[in-house]
């Protein structure tokens, strides 16, 4: 039940590409895997990378692929963060699942209010913006079911934060 990917890549390949250290590089994770910020030496840039093992509970698979088959139909939306490509490798331990996205620097919406006292407006602009990605996934039939601080990921630029819906490992398919 995987999806075929863009580019075929052997783990070698993977883990010469993509440079991480699993003790150090740590960003966040919870009960569907683990983030890691890494180095991409061929696009040279940060990227982040998702790993969670393949589970297969009764006749249900649990993966990065599912997630990412979820929302990779839909048109592109500036407040919602799609990954680029997911990879699974086999390991003795099972099938592990590594889904590709852009590194957020600002973390996620949970993290950055922690830091950042943020004005009324500035919440305003945030709300609606979710708001905003909500209604693009609900009429392209995309219900998310897990919407929480910590699944919405920030981009700062300049004065804006721009927020972006993560996570769709929850979500389902509706009819359009």
Not at 87 to 94: K, L, V, Y
């Amino acid at each position: 039940n995987i999806i075929e990917t863009k580019f075929k890549m052997t783990q070698q390949q993977f883990t010469e590409r993509y440079q991480f250290n699993i003790k150090t590089s740590k960003i966040g994770g919870g009960s569907f895997g683990t983030v890691y910020k890494a180095y991409d030496t061929v696009r040279d840039r940060e990227v982040a990378i998702k790993i969670s093992e393949v589970k297969q509970v009764g006749d249900k698979e649990f993966s990065l692929q599912e997630e990412f088959a979820a929302i990779k139909d839909i048109p592109e939306h500036k407040n919602i963060a799609f990954y680029e490509d997911v990879f699974t490798f086999e390991t003795f331990q099972g099938f592990y699942d590594y889904a590709i996205m852009q590194y957020y620097q600002a973390g996620n919406l949970s993290e950055y209010l922690k830091k950042q006292k943020l004005s009324n407006k500035e919440k305003e602009t945030i709300i609606f913006q979710i708001l905003d990605g909500i209604a693009h996934l609900h009429n392209n039939g995309v219900v998310h079911r897990d919407l929480k601080p910590s699944n919405i990921l920030i981009v700062k630029r300049g004065n804006q934060i721009i927020p972006k819906i993560t996570d769709f490992g929850l979500s389902k398919k509706t009819e359009t």
